[in-house]
């Protein structure tokens, strides 16, 4: 589904260039969830914003279905991000001016042909257990709740790929659960999903996981490495560059 | 809500959940609109009255029989009085003479009037009452005195009755056994008008030609005879000059001098010319207010699109191209242009409502104001909220291309 292949992501400074993301390569397959662990600043969010079109590499290629997204024109990035990516921020990203049931219909503005009708827009707030906040603006909703109906909305036009980039940074331990397994219910549904984060504790619910230190992207053991959580002794003996 | 997120929608919302962001735009947006349209209804209120003014002064010359100047001697009209109507009188000429009127230059208009008869009639007015003939359709001197204007041109059997004429608008009164329905009242003029009832022509020769309507002393009335021809001179034109000219042309037309021409000897010009200085002085006024608020609204533009990266950003990341971003915040800036407009000129029309019931606009442009149509007012209206939206179009230009050309990751991580 999405292939990627020696990409850099560079960035001059006054004084040196400073690598973002240093000769990744993933090869995401349909159904799988990718988490991406990594601390502050190690290039993982730079890294999502490549696969999401968002930024241009330096190098290398980004293949999204056959299709070289590094290269293509901003327009068709932007037509293809409407159709087939779903993008969840660290941050809530919702409108503030608009309700959470304008939110998650919101994206349905730049893909005509999406389903973006009123029902599913209802049914992914029941999906998420926010149908009786539909009408709730985004200053009276709970982080946690603003992240539900964040993914409502990338959701809305049936995407392919769901980006999440720290989607339970700023969330307590219970809120973080019901997000995850939110998360692990639509993977299971057959969303694809790359996710990043700092949390460790997040690798169970991922079908394969990798580390970003310093730019570099690497895979940690292949699938099942983590399966018992973070207190799995595979987990304990890896020495991750994480907080 | 629809079926389906639409883009109104979304700047609607945005508007209305922001209004302290947007307030200052609004009122920048009103006050504009709001200064274009009073500028347009002031000149247009002036200038109504002026010409309304301008139309009820009469005739700029009128030929009469040479009779009738001896008649006028010590009786007839004051020349610096406007000519509405000749004064009675049984001298007569043949309309034909319009054909040879008609040959000299600087004539706008020209009408003809015939005095049938007077007649003692308490139950029309305590007064003496003319009844005159006139033609509807080449009439300007006394139709610009009707309290309303005619919804349709004189008809057969109609009348236009003089202030002092007693009956409502549609009552019918009868004279000699004939019955005529008021179609239009005058406004009072403090001069014989007001008691004075006019006719189609055609009807007044029909009247003229029942036995003892005209007195047996005068000459009898005959299709095609006339009092007076008054005409009115083509606008900037001399009347002087004018006169000079009627006057040749009939001497040369009728050496017998059997026909005469009065001028008017007063002048209109100062008038005109202190209204015609109004719009001027208001479209400076109003350039100056809107290349003064364009900068203005461009900055604020320009603010409220910087404070709004990350929302910008977000639409980006969720597929909106660059050219929908450029739509998006052009279009914004259009419905605030719109709501802005519509406000100040929304506020204008209620405060000149007020200020013309005080009178405070006819005393402050020392003209009567003539309050402008409907249609006069939606047109000015349309223009001024036209001018506005092009103003937010184009202040916004330079933000929309700058939010359409931002890089959707840098913007979002933008606080």
């Known amino acids: 589904m999405i292939k990627i292949t020696g990409v850099t992501k560079s960035y001059s400074t006054s004084s040196s260039e400073v690598r973002a993301v240093d000769d990744a390569y993933l090869d995401v397959k349909q159904g799988e969830f990718i988490l991406i662990l990594g601390r502050s600043g190690s290039g993982k969010s730079t890294f999502l914003g490549m696969l999401a079109g968002l930024i241009r590499p330096t190098n290398g290629v980004v293949r999204f279905e056959e299709m070289d997204i590094s290269i293509l024109p901003e327009d068709q990035i932007a037509g293809l991000r409407a159709k087939k990516i779903g993008f969840v921020f660290q941050f809530s990203g919702l409108i503030p001016t608009i309700t959470a049931l304008e939110n998650v219909m919101l994206p349905t503005l730049f893909c005509r042909e999406g389903p973006g009708c009123r029902s599913r827009a209802v049914d992914l707030l029941k999906k998420v257990g926010m149908s009786d906040r539909a009408g709730a603006y985004p200053r009276t909703l709970s982080s946690g709740e603003m992240k539900r109906v964040a993914i409502a909305r990338a959701l809305i036009n049936e995407p392919l790929l769901l980006i999440a980039d720290e989607p339970t940074g700023d969330l307590d331990v219970d809120t973080e659960f019901e997000i995850m397994e939110l998360f692990r219910q639509l993977n299971h549904e057959g969303t694809t999903i790359v996710m990043v984060t700092h949390n460790p504790d997040l690798v169970p619910y991922a079908t394969r996981t990798y580390t970003m230190n310093r730019g570099k992207l690497a895979e940690r053991n292949g699938p099942g490495a983590f399966g018992t959580g973070m207190n799995g002794p595979a987990f304990q003996q890896e020495s991750l560059d994480l907080p | ?415």
């Not at chain 2, 604020?300 to 050219?323: F, T, W, Y």
């Not at chain 2, 519509?342 to 007020?354: K, L, P, R, T, V």
């Open chain 2, 1 to 415: 809500m629809s079926n389906r997120m639409d883009f109104l929608t979304f700047i609607i919302a945005s508007i209305r959940n922001k209004p302290g962001r947007n307030l200052a735009t609004i009122f920048c947006f009103a006050f504009i609109a709001a200064n274009i349209f009073s500028g347009q209804f002031l000149m247009a209120g002036a200038e109504g009255g002026v010409n309304r003014g301008i139309s009820r002064m009469g005739a700029d010359q009128v030929v009469v029989p040479a009779q009738y100047m001896v008649f006028l001697q010590g009786s007839g009209p004051d020349n610096t009085m406007a000519i509405i109507k000749v004064e009675p009188s049984i001298y007569r000429m043949n309309s034909t003479i319009k054909d040879t009127v008609g040959k000299v230059g600087g004539i706008a208009q020209m009408s003809p009037q015939l005095y049938i008869t007077s007649l003692n009639t308490p139950k029309l007015s305590s007064a003496r009452v003319d009844i005159f003939g006139i033609d509807p359709v080449t009439d300007f001197t006394i139709t610009p005195w009707l309290q309303q204007p005619l919804d349709h041109p004189l008809e057969p059997g109609e009348i236009i009755a003089g202030h002092e004429i007693n009956g409502d608008l549609s009552s019918q009164i009868s004279i000699s056994g004939h019955v005529y329905t008021i179609a239009g009242r005058l406004d009072p003029t403090q001069s014989s008008v007001d008691n004075t009832i006019f006719l189609r022509m055609d009807d007044a020769y029909t009247l003229a030609a029942i036995e003892g309507i005209v007195p047996t002393s005068a000459p009898r009335i005959s299709p095609g005879d006339v009092n007076a021809i008054l005409m009115r001179d083509v606008q900037n034109e001399n009347p002087d000059s004018v006169t000079a000219h009627v006057r040749r042309e009939i001497l040369s037309a009728y050496p017998s001098r059997n026909i005469s021409v009065i001028g008017r000897h007063f002048t209109l010009d100062p008038v005109s010319q202190n209204v015609h200085g109004i719009p001027v002085l208001l479209n400076i006024i109003s350039a100056f207010v809107v290349l003064a608020a364009l900068p203005l609204i461009a900055i604020i533009a320009a603010m409220v699109s910087h404070e709004r990266q990350r929302e910008i950003g977000l639409l980006m990341s969720m597929g909106a191209k660059r050219n929908v971003i450029f739509f998006l915040v052009i279009a914004e800036s259009m419905v605030l242009a719109v709501i802005g407009g519509i406000a100040g000129i929304g506020a204008s029309i209620a405060a000149f409502f007020i200020l013309n019931k005080q009178g405070f606009l006819n005393s402050a442009l020392q003209v009567t104001f003539t309050t402008p149509t409907p249609a006069e007012i939606s047109l000015m209206a349309g223009l001024a909220l036209f001018v506005v939206i092009s103003i937010g179009s184009i202040s916004s230009l330079w933000p929309a291309y700058q939010s359409s050309m931002m890089n959707p990751y840098d913007a979002i991580r933008r606080e």
